[in-house]
């Protein structure tokens, strides 16, 4: 079977024909949905083959593969099985074969047909010829060629090359069409260097038979060229500079000069030293004295001196000449005045190839080194192994290797190398790991108090540990919740476990639970903490005198006085006003000493003065230690003893023209437009609305001191009041012991006009004249104001003298 254009192209068309047969089956559903497959290595692509396509495979760093197949496996593929188009890869022949039912045989994709199969048999070997004559320093022409008998067991494409060492070889490739023995004609290309005295071998053959050696062994002898010269020793130069790695070009050379006795073809060789040798041919055409040159091939591998000898093909033995030739060590300098820094250097993280430095070098002479430095807070650079091949300037990269362990400028000196000149420095910033800790949640304590409206001080303080990893600046802090905020800042020094308080600032709006997150300027993810607080007053001693239910400590649970403080949704932890609670104790009628133990003993914080008590000059005397340097509350009203009223007042405050008197002519008693806690209280804003006296028999006080501001006049007279409060002290007065009295059941409207429900929630009330009062809400934000003061002034262990 001939091997043309026509079976190329037929076999392309079948290669073609074949893949659509493949690929349908890869999809069972290939007659009405086609396919594609991808591996996900290109993206933004649709998933739908292109149209026409059965199957698209999409990838940019996978191929499909085909079954692989020696020839032998190949060919044992039974008869029956080899279906028209069936592919495989051969790898004996490196290429696709496909099998052609039509002409019988497998068929290569190669674009040429398979390598053939061929060898020289024992036999033939003997057939083996030369032709010409060879001749040392004449180039072979058309009548040097060689005549090889071969057989062929596959047809396909050949190559046959015969090799020889001495300058000159025989190659020939074409196409055998069939199998079958055939006679090849090899023509030869070349000079023959060497020549040889007669009786000689010659040279040997090397034959390859597409590229596998033949066993058949071959020589060709070369006549020696009738020449007759000498070397002249003493005039033996050296050309060129010889450098380590560098390969020898036409500047490196012998000059040599030679006297000629008979002309003819000339060849000199050297010795091989250190990698490189030297070699030069010619024809002498005159006798005499000459000069001739041997050019230098290979590449110094080492520095030193080397010895070179020399070899002629002249029939006249020559003296012994040697030349010498010096390899310059490895020379270069290094400049770090430049250096290019690359990457992020970073306390803790490993470096990468992306971290390095590069340098200029100025090669002087060529060769072998490894650029490095000293190793400075756990990294170092190196060049690794460096071959420099020319001379002049270049770039160095240095790669750094390592961990960093310390932030901060570092310097790095290169070390001293084979061939290095002064070696240089350069500096690279290594940064700090941003600062890292850990809160310690179940760590954290709180300190102070916490209640409604009292601003926060030094004393209120949350601490908690944290454990820090990197040290650094610190951040944490709280959201603000409920008007304040917890802080602290600084920098960790130190790794472990340390301790952190963060200071309140702020005053809470109001009371009740709040939660509070902490959060943190650390590098470490998610690191929070969770905090409640309870704002609360703390539990009130609340001490009454007087009788009856003008007064909390005798009034009972269903009447206002009592009944008001006690509720817990007025005064309690869930309350309109958050507390831990309220006590109560009943101070009666005591005087003097007695009223003393009851403030002292009991701890008071506020003091209710109702009904029918009437403070003796050492009660007064006690009274105002206890409002003056204790900082409690006095909550003093009083209708029935004008001049203890008046002593009690000027206690406080003295004014020599405090003047208390009764009047029986009012009922109701307008409250002022005034912006204070006890009139815009939590439970109602009464500023603008009535208070009612009980049976018309209150006390108006006039002539105080400015230290007091009057919140209720006497209806029609605004130098008398009926409700003054301190300005800066815990003390009011009401002028009517029974402005607290009332029940949840009274309707009067010219007695107890202090409404509340029957769960004790202050209520306004409709009084005398149908004017609505509102004494119980007043009272509540008067209770509201009382422990504000308290929580925030009263020294609880202080006793009175």
Request: hydrophobic letters at 35%; glycine letters at 10%; a negative charge.
């Amino acid at each position: 079977m001939s091997y043309n254009t026509t079976t190329y192209k037929y076999m392309k068309y079948k290669f073609s024909l074949l893949l659509i047969l493949l690929f349908t089956a890869f999809s069972s559903l290939a007659q009405t949905h086609m396919t594609k497959i991808k591996d996900g290595t290109i993206s933004g692509t649709s998933a739908t083959p292109n149209p026409g396509v059965i199957l698209e495979l999409e990838s940019v760093n996978k191929g499909f593969l085909a079954p692989r197949l020696t020839t032998q496996q190949r060919d044992a593929i039974a008869i029956e099985n080899r279906t028209d188009g069936l592919l495989i890869y051969n790898s004996t022949t490196g290429c696709f074969n496909y099998w052609s039912t039509i002409q019988d045989t497998w068929l290569s994709l190669c674009g040429t047909p398979p390598p053939a199969v061929f060898e020289i048999t024992n036999l033939q070997c003997s057939s083996v010829q030369s032709n010409g004559n060879f001749k040392q320093g004449e180039f072979l022409n058309s009548s040097n060629f060689l005549t090889i008998p071969v057989t062929v067991t596959q047809a396909g494409t050949y190559e046959l090359t015969a090799t020889t060492d001495n300058g000159y070889y025989f190659t020939t490739k074409g196409t055998f069409p069939t199998a079958g023995a055939y006679t090849l004609f090899v023509p030869g290309i070349g000079t023959p260097n060497n020549g040889y005295d007669s009786g000689a071998q010659g040279d040997r053959l090397t034959i390859l038979l597409n590229n596998r050696e033949s066993n058949c062994e071959k020589y060709i002898f070369v006549e020696r060229a009738n020449v007759n010269y000498s070397i002249v020793c003493p005039d033996t130069s050296i050309e060129g500079a010889y450098m380590i790695g560098q390969t020898l070009t036409n500047t490196h050379k012998i000059v040599l000069k030679v006297n000629v006795i008979s002309v003819g073809y000339w060849s000199i060789t050297t010795n091989t030293s250190n990698g490189y040798s030297f070699r030069g041919t010619g024809n002498f055409s005159q006798a005499g004295e000459q000069t001739v040159e041997l050019l230098g091939t290979g590449t110094p591998i080492s520095s030193g001196t080397n010895s070179f000898t020399f070899t002629t093909n002249s029939d006249q033995m020559s003296a012994a000449c040697t030349a010498e030739i010096i390899v310059q060590p490895i020379k270069y300098t290094v400049d770090c005045s430049q250096a290019t820094i690359a990457g992020v250097y970073k306390q803790d993280e490993a470096m990468t190839a992306s971290n390095t430095v590069t340098i200029k070098v100025d090669v002087q002479a060529t060769g072998e080194t490894n650029i490095s430095t000293n190793p400075v807070a756990g990294i170092h650079f190196t060049s690794g192994p460096l071959s420099f091949d020319s001379i002049g300037e270049r770039n160095v990269v240095l790669t750094a290797v390592g961990t960093p362990t310390t932030p901060g400028d570092h310097t790095f000196t290169l070390n001293a190398a084979s061939g290095m000149i002064s070696p240089c420095s350069f500096d690279v910033t290594v940064t700090a790991q941003p600062v890292a800790y850990n809160l310690i949640c179940s760590s954290i304590q709180l300190e102070g108090s916490y209640a409604p409206n009292i601003a926060m001080t030094t004393e209120n303080k949350m601490i908690l540990n944290v454990n820090v990893q990197y040290p650094g600046a610190y951040s944490i802090s709280t959201n603000t919740v409920n008007g304040v905020t917890f802080s602290a800042s600084g920098t960790f020094t130190i790794t472990g476990t340390q301790e952190v308080t963060l200071t309140a600032t702020g005053t809470p709006v109001t009371g009740g639970i709040h939660r509070y997150t902490i959060t943190t300027n650390s590098s470490v993810g998610a690191n929070t903490c969770n905090r409640n607080i309870e704002y609360l007053y703390r539990k009130m001693n609340i001490l009454g005198l007087g009788t009856g239910m003008y007064q909390l400590g005798t009034a009972s649970g269903s009447q206002a006085s009592k009944a008001i403080p006690q509720a817990l949704a007025n005064f309690g932890p869930n309350g309109t006003v958050k507390m831990e609670g309220i006590t109560i104790f009943n101070g009666g009628t005591g005087q003097g000493t007695t009223l003393k133990n009851n403030i002292n003993n009991n701890k008071i914080d506020v003091v209710v003065i109702g009904y029918n008590y009437q403070p003796d000059a050492a009660s007064i005397a006690i009274l105002k230690d206890f409002v003056k340097n204790k900082k409690g509350v006095l909550i003093h009203s009083q209708e029935n003893d004008a001049n203890s009223t008046r002593d009690l007042i000027n206690a406080i405050a003295f004014s020599p023209n405090t003047v208390a008197s009764g009047t029986g002519q009012t009922y109701i008693n307008p409250i002022l437009n005034i912006d204070d806690p006890i009139l815009t209280g939590p439970f109602e804003d009464v500023r603008g609305k009535n208070t009612g006296s009980d049976v018309n028999n209150s006390y108006y006080i006039t002539g105080y001191s400015n230290e007091f501001q009057s919140f209720i006049h006497q209806e029609g007279n605004t130098d008398r009041s009926w409700f003054l409060k301190h300005n800066t002290l815990g003390y009011v007065y009401i002028g009517d012991s029974g402005w607290t009295a009332g029940t949840a059941s009274n309707t009067s409207n010219t007695i107890w006009p202090a409404a509340i429900t029957s769960g004790g929630a202050p209520i306004s009330k409709s009084y005398y004249g149908g004017v609505t009062v509102f004494n119980s809400l007043l009272y509540a934000n008067t209770l509201t104001w009382a422990i504000k003061y308290v929580q925030e002034n009263t020294d609880v262990n202080y006793q009175i003298p």
